[in-house]
């Protein structure tokens, strides 16, 4: 058998729940008053961390029929944790609790594993502070001491494009005296926004980049579901879009366009995709769809700052897309990589460099010069134990003959248990 006819992927996916609608989900139904019921949630290690968490602040979760079932307590409901919250690896929850718990009528304290408690939560604290938020930790890492207080709405710019930043105000912000006004340079996802005005449409106003939050009206139970997750279907767009004679459909796909920059740019790089849409009940609703994938060659790109918020967690996916294509392409714009769940800049270029693969550090990229088939140097991969990097090195390694280790894979779990299950599959 050719070595194309062994790794090919071939068949059709469904990717799990989407991670970040999975978190919103149990925080929106938590602060909701009534059931909430959530299908498809992702039942992921960051995503059972805001589960976690929210179980420790009073609220009642349970499964049933396969769904999540929450019994929201109402933004005033919530009770103090009597430990600390463990927040894992988790970026998001950590960021988004951390500022619904600014406002709440006790204190709280945040821990995390090693790599969360390296990352920086002065994002999140500093503009939450001029909403009169107060807050102690060690120089603006995990453990922190979220001290519940009255807050005061705001009027805030961001200064990078962040989800989390945005998502962290906003749930501040629903608790304060006054009106709060955030503004974004870019676009980030805006399942906050989509989610908040499900439940509650009068909190809410969105206008371009700006968007306005009006306190003090009711959130009321919904029922969510949580389309799968373009960021996990992100490895098999990429996987078919370099293994030969690789051609597969993962369905039901988040579609949401501020999360859509690699079908943009795998389009760009000239990639065969057919994106057949679903059916969407309303405007707030996450739009999904079913997406087809057929190996082609590959022209090279060049991305930019306007470009990464679409694409933040894909960028070490379009690295290795790069490296594949038909000469040299260019990610700036993208340093905001270097505080995710490694240094995933450094790590990509460590990494590739051991595969043979022609990669140059950019303080805010790579420059990549694609080829055919690289030269192995060193087999001995490692995830840096950030899920992303362990399955971008999985994926790069179907097109090496030689027998790669990735040290910690099991980082997987964070954001896709059955990874490995569903690359069996689409190879089987
Ligand atoms: C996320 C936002 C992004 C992304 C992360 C999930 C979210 O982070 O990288 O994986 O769910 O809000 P930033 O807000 O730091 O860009």
């Not at 006819?5 to 469904?14: H, M, N, P, Q, S």
């Not at 967690?313 to 379009?318: A, G, R, S």
């Not at 690289?374 to 027998?403: C, F, G, Y």
Request: aromatic fraction near 4%.
């Amino acid at each position: 058998m050719a070595e194309q006819d062994r790794t090919k992927l071939t068949g059709r996916i469904t990717v799990p729940g989407d991670k970040s609608i999975s978190h919103r989900s149990i925080i929106f139904a938590a602060i909701s008053t009534g059931v909430t019921t959530i299908d498809n949630f992702l039942k992921s290690a960051d995503c059972l961390s805001t589960m976690q968490a929210f179980k420790d602040l009073g609220v009642k979760i349970d499964e049933r029929d396969g769904q999540v079932v929450v019994t929201g307590v109402g933004l005033k409901g919530l009770t103090q944790s009597n430990q600390p919250l463990d927040m894992g690896n988790s970026g998001t929850s950590t960021r988004l609790i951390t500022g619904l718990l600014a406002g709440q009528h006790f204190d709280s304290t945040l821990v995390g594993d090693a790599s969360l408690s390296k990352r920086p939560m002065a994002r999140v604290t500093d503009p939450i502070s001029q909403m009169r938020a107060d807050f102690t930790s060690t120089e603006n890492h995990l453990p922190l001491t979220v001290f519940g207080r009255p807050l005061h709405g705001i009027h805030y710019r961001l200064p990078v494009a962040s989800a989390q930043v945005k998502s962290a105000i906003i749930l501040a912000a629903l608790q304060a005296t006054g009106d709060t006004v955030i503004e974004e340079p870019t676009a980030s996802r805006d399942h906050t926004e989509r989610m908040l005005a499900a439940f509650s449409p009068a909190s809410i106003d969105r206008e371009d980049h700006k968007i306005t939050i009006h306190p003090g009206h009711p959130l009321t139970a919904q029922h969510v579901t949580v389309p799968g997750d373009i960021s996990s279907a992100a490895f098999w767009l990429v996987a078919v879009a370099i293994v030969p004679g690789s051609s597969i459909t993962i369905e039901n796909v988040g579609i949401n366009q501020t999360r859509t920059g690699i079908l943009s740019v795998l389009k760009q790089m000239g990639a065969q995709l057919a994106i057949q849409e679903r059916p969407q009940a309303n405007e707030e609703t996450e739009p999904s769809a079913d997406i087809t994938i057929t190996a082609s060659a590959l022209k090279p790109f060049e991305i930019g700052a306007e470009e990464i918020p679409a694409l933040v967690d894909e960028v070490p996916l379009l690295a290795l897309l790069a490296a594949r294509a038909d000469g040299v392409s260019r990610i700036t714009g993208a340093e905001e990589l270097r505080f995710k769940e490694s240094d995933r800049l450094a790590v990509v270029a460590e990494e590739f460099h051991k595969l043979g693969i022609a990669i140059e550090e950019l303080p805010d990229g790579f420059v990549i010069d694609g080829r055919k088939s690289w030269q192995v140097q060193n087999t001995d991969l490692d995830s840096h134990q950030d899920h992303r990097i362990a399955m971008t090195l999985k994926i790069a390694s179907l097109l090496v003959p030689e027998d790669v280790t990735i040290r910690d894979f099991d980082a997987v779990n964070i954001s896709y248990p059955s990874f490995l299950a569903d690359l069996q599959r689409l190879r089987s």
